[in-house]
């Protein structure tokens, strides 16, 4: 028998929650406390080209620990994504603040909150702070692995991930181990090549992503072309930072990092030098070892950590 609502072993409970969003129904989990008492109330804002679980069920397990906290959390699919109507190829980082602000509106009349956090991971935190003016209701944001606007398709930071990732292979080359494993064809080449020069491949995939446009087709009217003309592609020294003007002064900001991330040095510093200028309540943390979606077990505890700590302050 199929059930809308299931109840954890914590007695927390996970039930669909749908709302409409540009004439599409879109489509997520509302996460719920025992007995259904919450005490903040949070929104998830997952990656481009992810969906409400994130990657590796990183953001269905973050929604589990929160709820298990106290908090009401929903995390749900951005349109042309997961289970939610609209095409992929029609989705851009605009569409998704749409999504966003319809998503925050349902959560109101849903719970009859006034206030509302917001957490994102990678581009669903840069379409948080883009969308902020439309967000009067937002009271903390948590950013992980956020990066500087209109930096998602530059040479220079598509560069600097190639060389970051030539390092791991030039020390794993200098490995006997790794010779031997070469002659007996465990190595793939081609695998490895991917790896290395992929992020200087994909620059046209990561303009449609930020405009909606695509140079190798007519422009649709309200694709993003403004947004684009506005913000050039600059690395993330000289990226712009309209968007960070919608940071205020009485939110509370968290922004966490892993440190093998290849981009994170330079987007921590990008958002750090902007808080520090503008005397914004920003917190930054690095988990040692992390990687971008902090894959193993002992750095998402340590995320977990991280979260619950910010939001009980």
């Excluded at 968007?243 to 330079?266: E, I, K, M, T």
């Excluded at 309540?281 to 002992?298: D, K, Y």
Aim: contains cysteine; charged residues 25%; hydrophobic residues 40%.
């Amino acid at each position: 028998m199929l059930t809308n609502k299931i109840i954890n072993p914590d007695h927390s409970s996970e039930e669909i929650f749908s709302f409409t969003a540009n004439a599409q129904r879109l489509h997520g989990i509302l996460h719920l406390p025992p007995q259904g008492q919450w005490r903040d109330a949070i929104i998830f804002s997952h990656g481009w080209s992810g969906n409400r679980c994130g990657p590796a069920d990183l953001l269905t397990e973050l929604a589990r620990a929160m709820a298990e906290a106290g908090y009401a959390v929903l995390r749900f699919d951005f349109s042309g994504r997961g289970e939610s109507e609209g095409e992929g190829l029609n989705t851009s980082l605009l569409t998704m603040a749409d999504d966003l602000c319809a998503a925050s509106l349902a959560l109101k009349k849903a719970l009859g909150c006034k206030k509302i956090s917001f957490l994102g991971l990678c581009s669903g935190a840069n379409v948080i702070i883009g969308t902020l003016k439309r967000l009067p209701e937002a009271e903390k944001l948590l950013l992980l692995s956020v990066y500087p606007f209109s930096d998602g398709d530059t040479f220079a930071r598509d560069l600097n991930r190639t060389r970051h990732f030539l390092q791991i292979y030039w020390r794993k080359a200098c490995r006997a181990e790794t010779w031997a494993r070469l002659i007996k064809g465990e190595v793939r080449l081609k695998q490895v090549l991917h790896v290395i020069l992929g992020p200087l491949f994909k620059r046209g995939q990561n303009q449609r992503k930020e405009t909606g446009a695509d140079n190798s087709k007519p422009g649709k009217p309200g694709s993003g072309v403004k947004a684009a003309a506005r913000e050039g592609r600059q690395d993330a020294s000289n990226a712009p930072k309209t968007h960070l003007r919608n940071l205020r002064a009485d939110l509370p900001l968290l922004f966490v990092y892993g440190s093998a991330d290849p981009d994170a040095q330079a987007a921590e510093k990008y958002y750090r030098e902007y808080a520090q200028e503008n005397n914004l309540p920003a917190v930054f943390r690095s988990l040692e070892g992390a990687n971008h979606n902090f894959s193993s077990v002992a750095w998402r505890q340590q995320l977990k950590a991280e979260l619950l700590a910010f939001l009980q302050q």
